[in-house]
C-alpha cells in the first residue's frame, strides 16, 4: 500500500492494518521530513485519543491530514505505532 499526497509517496508498506476502512501504516514506513506535529487530537470511545501531523509536501501543506494513536485503548492495539491519513491523500494497493 502508497499514501499519496500532492504527487509524493509519503508512506508504503506491505503491512497495513485496516480499521474502520482506513489503513494504518507502520510508523517507521511513514516519510518523516514530510510530517510537522499538529496541535490536534480527538477521542474516540474504543481506541482511545488520537494525535495528528500536518503534511508538507514542495511548500504545500495539508493541516491533521495524519493520524496515530500514541496509547491506543486495549481494543485497539493492534494500531499501536501506527499512522492513517485522510484529507485528500490517496491510499492505494502496491
Known amino acids: 500500500m502508497k499514501a499519496i499526497w500532492n504527487g509524493r509517496v509519503i508512506a508504503e508498506s506491505d503491512d497495513t492494518v485496516v480499521v474502520e476502512g482506513n489503513h494504518y501504516f507502520p510508523r517507521e514506513s511513514v516519510d518523516p521530513a514530510l510530517l510537522r506535529p499538529s496541535a490536534t487530537h480527538t477521542v474516540c470511545p474504543w481506541k482511545g485519543t488520537a494525535s495528528y501531523y500536518t503534511l508538507e509536501v514542495e511548500g504545500k501543506t495539508n493541516p491533521d491530514a495524519a493520524w496515530f494513536y500514541p496509547e491506543p485503548k486495549e481494543a ?19
Not at 501506527?82 to 491523500?89: I, K, L
Open 76 to 94: 485497539a492495539r493492534q494500531i499501536t505505532g501506527r499512522v492513517a491519513f485522510w484529507r485528500g491523500v490517496q491510499v492505494v494497493g502496491g
